[in-house]
């Protein structure tokens, strides 16, 4: 057992400071179990969200020695405790109080996406779908809204972009748009609502994701592939063009 | 539809963390490695010569288009095909905006104030990429067709170092290629519902294939840029007399 | 006083898990305007941690089920106990519900034709668990979550409500305050529904999350609603033991289910030993017969890892107590060398992922070491089975703070699938019933009053009490006294000191100020905790048999005649009556399923 100092960011709507505690290290603990430690010892009004404590939920999610994390899954043990352990709400999101943040921007993103439109069901009133046409998307659906690949994208945080959604509702969009039962055409709100193209594939988002899902492999850089196909391929827009014409 | 979403927070000043691990290395890395691969080949298609030995030929100067009515250089005429492809790769843009332009050159690091506009406007060459691809694919052919060649010597067949190195540089560039996004989307990245449509599963085991190459696009990018400077070195070193290239059979 | 703000619909549902999410999503659809209050973030609650799937007689998989069988396997599993006509209704509305879920996006893992592929479960005859890797209640909750946002529903997220209102012997709201700010917020609604889940949190080692504090419960006890079934508490056979701070966290079922075995520290297995005789005859007694199970023979019968929870947390307690535990007091789970590295990533991902990262161990090579963890709560409000109505007029509930449908103890994947049910009907019954109610009863102002002034208390700065040294005060008592294996003496015991932290509860203070303060809630929470731990205690004190859920080391046998009744618990002038009643015997044309003859081959 260790005695290990910690540097927690405490204060109200982004004015504040870092304070120090000590908490007493114990085998498997996790930063979760210290803020925990925390409040039951020192600071009974210390504010964090958490819910289910094993990274199901994804709701403690803040930054850890400056790296976007959950902190119910990172272990004290990865972290080199001989220099005091900052942690920090995450910065993209307005700041509510200690490690709480305002996220709702992102459930008002979300609201904009058009929800899934089935088509019809079978005879038999069943959907068919072979496992091979849902697996791509079923890792897309493992996203626990932690919205931590929001918080790191930099281009809101760093270049406050306002026309962009972000990488949880890249994966979201195209968990819909390569849906095997939807009949919606989604390229065009993806480009010119949504901004993917302000996206410059730099792949934070896939680096802190903590479901280990390729956030830019398999969604964005699919996407942009889709909207390159539909807007920027000029072969492809010209063939487009002649047999409509021929229609 | 809403298109904006207020924030507030002020954004992080340039290069601001509180990250404590080395997270410079690697755009520094990256940068020493782009740069250093950037001024190699110019200087080496600058150079019109050596760059023949034999059968062995410089992937720079491949396929060999010499015309009197070009007063450079022939790798110019064909140089701008892998340079584009290279550069308009999902991987090496990363690469560039992380390393060169340090937007954001590393996670959680304050990114370069500027105007950004992300892969818009100017940018949207960046969408040609596919076009490269196709060019591309005719090139692995090409340095495929050399590398055959090179197993020709004057006096009949054998397989010298430089055979060797001139293969592997075609494989090396052919792996690159089949982990290309947009061979990706084209093979079948671009289908919904594999078991819908015509030759469904055909393009399913094809997407699955390029998924192979694509997981480690990055190191085959990376493998495939050595190499290919490292073919023209060893071609023109070989040319230029400083070493002979030793013949295995 | 200070001014509230006033939200006002026709269906207030407390609650955004599964079965709130449900019951706002079907309220909407009856066209009445829906208010939905969660304690947290939308799609954080409870639910988003069910694992293994949700059972529904689809036949897919194994085309001999269908909704009789399910029956039979839920009562049996219930051990006689349940309300049959809430397991009649589950069973045959549950396999349109799942089915409905595809239509808003859900993606269950396939069979080969393209259906909905089921899985194997401790207690369920057939392969019955529609499920997503081991991750269905995320799909299940992020799909209605997704449909709901559409719906025209009025989310309030991170709202925590205090006390129902009522007036003239009916519901007309609720109280509660924002946690962002800290102030007061007053739903005035024609009825309400309670979808707040479980209680957990009152024990020590535990697989719920923090919200899991039993508000809905004290809610409705304090609202006068009566309450049945509250000794049956489920401890799950499989949680974390090891490291300490995960302890509890879950270890799906559907390790075994997917063939994984159970072996105590000389390498036994140990399960062929604690066969009961109701299982017996489709249970084999072979680790031969179990292999050739796993491997898809239709003729092999089911092995005993796959016994109902009670029967294998039981079984694992006992080992432990020969002195046949793991090193830190459990049993090994094996699945590394039943199914390939492949097989289990792909099967169990989040469960690889977990013990990789929070215990250092690959589950692929090496067996996970697991112990009995608090999981579910079977009993709750006594509902209406048609309509979900409580006790109290215009008061509905529906998942897991509702009673009755599991009897003394739950099938796994049984609660999904109750969500989605009793949650559809809980939102159709109070939207008709609040279109019958001509007007909202407007609340006294005294009553909001007493409300504010309750609330603001542990602000005082005259108390003491620390609420997280309360916390983990109660659930140690829990733990000791009224756990897994509970005692006359010993839990007499508890009730005495449950007496004592109520009076310390009475004391608690917080520091700082309203706003997001984490000890406030707490405080808060522990009203509600404490009043629950009194309820369970008393109905396990009163059942003096062993049955599912509930095991008295001093009355280790069922009883007869207990089988016949449920108990129930209200608050009448503030003291707590008990009561066991006669259930209504069942009909018929149930009781024959019971004995059903099952169709093999
Ligand atoms: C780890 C784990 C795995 C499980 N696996 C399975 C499984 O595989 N299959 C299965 O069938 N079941 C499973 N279960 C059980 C099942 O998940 C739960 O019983 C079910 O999710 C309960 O859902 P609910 O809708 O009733 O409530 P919850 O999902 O618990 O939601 C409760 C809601 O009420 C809100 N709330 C609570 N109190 C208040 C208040 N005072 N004010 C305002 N809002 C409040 C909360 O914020 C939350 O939104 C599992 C449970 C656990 C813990
Ligand atoms: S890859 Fe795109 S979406 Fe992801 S962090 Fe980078 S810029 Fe943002
Ligand atoms: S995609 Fe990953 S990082 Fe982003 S919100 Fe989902 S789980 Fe979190
Ligand atoms: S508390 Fe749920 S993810 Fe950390
Ligand atoms: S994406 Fe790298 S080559 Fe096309």
């Avoid at chain 2, 596919?130 to 067949?157: E, H, Q, W």
């Avoid at chain 3, 039943?338 to 990789?356: C, D, G, T, V, W």
Wanted: glycine letters at 8%; a neutral charge; charged letters at 25%.
């Amino acid at each position: 057992m260790s005695e290990t100092l910690f540097k927690i960011f405490r204060g109200e709507r982004a004015k504040g400071e870092l304070c120090g505690y000590s908490v007493e290290v114990t085998e498997g603990m996790v930063v979760l179990d210290a803020i925990n430690q925390i409040q039951a010892r020192h600071a009974n009004d210390l504010a964090v969200r958490w819910n289910c404590k094993a990274g199901k939920c994804g709701s403690c999610s803040a930054e850890v020695n400056g790296k976007p994390r959950l902190m119910c899954m990172t272990r004290m043990d990865e972290l080199p405790l001989d220099k005091p352990v900052i942690i920090e709400p995450m910065r993209r999101f307005p700041h509510i109080k200690d490690l709480v943040t305002d996220v709702s921007l992102n459930y008002e993103i979300n609201q904009q996406i058009r929800p899934l439109k089935p088509k019809p069901r079978e005879a038999d009133g069943t959907y068919r779908m072979q496992q091979k046409d849902i697996e791509r998307i079923q890792e897309f659906h493992k996203c626990i809204e932690c919205f931590l690949c929001q918080n790191v994208c930099h281009v809101t945080r760093d270049q406050q972009v306002q026309e962009f959604a972000g990488p949880r509702f890249f994966i979201r969009i195209a968990s819909l748009a390569m849906h095997p039962l939807d009949t919606l055409n989604r390229l065009k709100e993806l480009k010119d609502v949504f901004g993917i193209g302000y996206c410059n594939i730099t792949k934070c988002c896939t680096e802190v994701c903590p479901e280990d899902i390729a956030i830019t492999d398999n969604a964005i850089i699919p996407l942009k592939e889709r909207v390159a196909g539909a807007f920027y391929d000029p072969l492809a827009l010209l063939w487009r063009s002649l047999t409509s014409v021929s229609k | 539809m809403q298109n904006s979403f207020q924030i507030e927070n002020p954004n992080p000043s340039f290069l601001e963390t509180s990250r404590r691990d080395f997270w410079w290395i690697e755009p520094f890395f990256t940068a020493i490695g782009l740069l250093a691969f950037v001024i190699y080949s110019t200087w080496a298609a600058f150079q019109n010569e050596h760059y023949q030995w034999e059968s062995y030929l410089s992937p720079f100067y491949a396929p060999l288009l010499e015309y009197d009515w070009w007063p450079f250089s022939p790798a110019f005429l064909i140089l701008w095909a892998p340079a584009g492809f290279r550069l308009t790769c999902y991987y090496y843009r990363k690469a560039y905006y992380r390393s060169l332009f340090l937007t954001p050159s590393a996670c959680a690091v304050g990114g370069r104030p500027q105007n950004y506009r992300g892969e818009r406007f100017l940018l949207l060459f960046q969408n040609l990429h596919r076009y490269f691809l196709y060019i591309a694919l005719v090139f692995c052919v090409i340095l495929s067709y050399d590398a055959y060649i090179s197993f020709t010597f004057k006096d009949g067949l054998g397989i010298g170092v430089g055979t060797v190195i001139m293969t592997l540089n075609a494989v090396f560039l052919t792996a690159f290629t089949f982990g290309c996004n947009s061979l990706r989307h084209l093979v079948g990245g671009n289908v919904d519902c594999y078991s819908c449509v015509n030759f469904g599963h055909q393009r399913y085991q094809a997407w699955k294939f390029v998924n192979i190459f694509n997981m480690n696009h990055m190191m085959w990018a990376w493998i495939s840029l050595f190499w290919v400077g490292f073919t023209d070195l060893y071609i023109r070193l070989v040319s230029m007399g400083i070493i002979t290239d030793y013949r295995i059979l | 006083m200070e001014s509230y703000e006033i939200k006002e619909h026709d269906v207030l549902v407390i609650g955004a898990g599964g079965a709130g999410l449900r019951a706002a999503i079907e309220a909407s659809a009856q066209g009445v305007s829906v208010g939905l209050v969660c304690k947290s973030l939308l799609g954080k609650a409870h639910t988003v941690m069910a694992e293994g799937g949700m059972a529904a007689s689809l036949g897919n998989t194994d085309p001999r089920d269908n909704w009789e069988v399910h029956f039979r396997d839920t009562i049996r599993g219930g051990k006689n106990l349940n309300n049959w006509r809430m397991v009649e209704i589950f069973c045959r509305e549950a396999a349109e519900r799942v089915a409905e879920l595809e239509e808003w996006g859900a993606l269950f893992d396939r069979t080969k034709e393209g259906l909905i592929a089921q899985r194997n479960f401790g207690g369920h005859r057939y392969p019955r668990l529609a499920h997503v890797g081991d991750r269905t209640g995320l799909e299940l909750i992020r799909t209605l979550q997704n449909h709901g946002i559409h719906q025209g529903i009025d989310i309030y997220m991170e709202c925590c409500i205090v006390e129902l209102l009522k007036e003239e012997g009916r519901v007309c709201g609720a109280f509660g305050f924002w946690r962002e700010s800290g102030q007061f917020v007053v739903f005035r609604a024609k009825s309400v529904v309670l979808a707040t889940g479980g209680l957990g949190k009152i024990f020590r080692v535990t697989s719920n999350s923090w919200e899991g504090t039993g508000d809905g419960h004290a809610l409705a006890y304090r609202a006068g609603a009566e309450l049945t079934d509250m000794e049956f508490v489920q401890f799950h056979p499989t949680g974390m033991v090891w490291p300490p701070s995960v302890q509890g966290i879950l270890v799906t079922e559907g390790v075994r289910g997917e063939g994984g075995v159970l072996k105590n520290s000389e390498g036994r297995r140990f399960m062929f030993d604690y066969i009961p005789d109701t299982f017996a005859a489709e249970t084999s007694d072979t680790e031969e017969e179990a292999s050739r199970w796993l491997s898809g023979d239709p003729e092999a019968r089911r092995p005993p890892e796959l016994l109902t929870r009670d029967v294998v947390a039981r079984a694992i307690r006992s080992e432990r107590l020969a002195g046949r535990g793991s090193p830190h007091g459990g049993a090994f789970l094996d699945i590394a060398g039943q199914r390939n590295a492949e097989l289990i990533k792909r099967k169990l991902p989040s469960m690889y992922h977990q013990f990789k990262k929070l215990g250092n161990l690959d589950i692929t090579t090496t067996p996970m070491e697991v112990g009995p963890t608090c999981h579910y709560m079977m009993g709750g409000v006594r509902v209406e089975p048609e309509t979900t109505m409580s006790t109290v007029e215009g008061l509905f509930a529906a998942g897991e703070v509702a009673g009755g449908l599991h009897g003394a103890n739950r099938l796994g994947g049984n609660s999904l699938t109750d969500l989605l049910v009793f949650g559809t009907r809980a939102g159709f019954h109070a939207a008709k019933y609040s279109r019958e109610q001509s007007d909202t009863i407007e609340p006294s102002k005294q009553l909001l009053k007493k409300l504010e002034k309750l609330a603001l208390e542990p602000f005082d700065p005259e108390r003491t009490e620390n609420p997280y040294g309360l916390m983990a005060d109660l659930q140690e008592t829990m733990e000791l006294h009224t756990g897994i294996i509970r005692e006359s003496d010993e839990m007499e015991k508890g009730i005495e000191l449950l007496q004592a932290l109520k009076i310390r509860g009475e004391r608690l203070h917080v520091e700082g100020n309203r706003q997001y303060n984490p000890a406030w809630h707490y405080a808060l929470d522990l009203r509600n905790m404490l009043c629950v731990a009194e309820t369970i205690t008393l109905a396990a004190l009163k059942r003096e048999e062993s049955r599912g859920g509930h095991t008295r080391e001093d009355f280790p046998e069922s009883s007869d005649s207990l089988q016949k009744v449920n108990t129930f618990i209200r608050e009448v002038n503030g003291r707590m009556i008990h009561e066991h009643r006669e259930r209504e015997p069942m009909p018929e044309y149930l009781k024959k399923l019971m004995n059903l003859p099952l169709k093999e081959g």
